[in-house]
């Protein structure tokens, strides 16, 4: 059974826009939520991460939003760049979801 | 400083053999994680350790176990391979809380 879900296998976003990665998760007992980077042939990349206290974290063009009523968090990237493009996954903290491929069109 | 180190990079068994893995995590990181990933299930959950315990356990059958010693290092072993088995292993390590994963380059396991 998947304890952190990720919906969207894809997402296309041009240059210079908003990115928004979505995630779910199932345990309400997971303490840190955690966002990963992944280039192919290399392993994932920690990005950013969020206790489950706070709703927001932010670190430069990256923020992470939690909403714990909905079991949800997202990622946010601003500006997007071409440089962005990867697999992104988020993890609870050593569940990991399934991955969402975000392409940077320039 | 060194990062996450597993060994060996690549293993060829044979169905029926059994494998054991090992992962040198960074220095001062207790948490090790071990993750097998294929093509089209993404990284798949094996087992958490911290501290020598296994806080964590995947959907995996018996044959996968796994160990951490008192220096932090881990093992990861699987019993009676399957053709399925075939996959690269991930180990992963942390000090906890809000540190993220630090992947090892894994070990590519083929069973033939």
């Known amino acids: 059974d998947q304890q952190v879900k990720q919906n969207s296998p894809s997402l296309s976003v041009q240059e210079g826009r908003i990115s928004i990665l979505n995630c779910d998760y199932t345990n309400s007992m997971f303490d840190y939520f955690l966002w990963y980077k992944k280039y192919p042939a290399e392993g994932p990349t920690f990005l950013i991460s969020i206790s489950s206290i706070k709703d927001k974290n932010e670190d430069g063009r990256f923020t992470v939003f939690l909403n714990k009523s909905a079991k949800h968090l997202s990622l946010h990237i601003v500006p997007s760049q071409p440089g962005d493009s990867a697999v992104y996954f988020c993890?609870?903290?050593?569940?990991f979801g399934t991955g969402t491929s975000l392409t940077v069109i320039p | 400083k060194a990062g996450v180190t597993q060994t060996p990079r690549y293993l060829i068994k044979t169905r029926g053999q059994q494998v054991t893995l090992s992962c040198s995590p960074i220095?001062?990181?207790?948490?090790v994680s071990w993750y097998q990933q294929t093509p089209g299930q993404g990284l798949q959950f094996l087992f958490e350790y911290f501290s020598e315990t296994q806080r964590n356990k995947g959907n995996f059958p018996g044959r996968f176990s796994g160990r951490q010693f008192s220096n932090s290092r881990s093992e990861m072993n699987v019993s009676t391979l399957e053709l399925g088995d075939s996959a690269l292993y991930l180990c992963?390590?942390?000090?906890?809380?809000?540190?993220?994963?630090?992947f090892g380059s894994g070990t590519r396991l083929t069973v033939v």
């Open positions: 220095s001062g990181h207790r948490s």
């Open positions: 992963a390590s942390r000090r906890g809380g809000a540190d993220g994963y630090t």
């Open positions: 993890a609870a903290p050593a569940y």
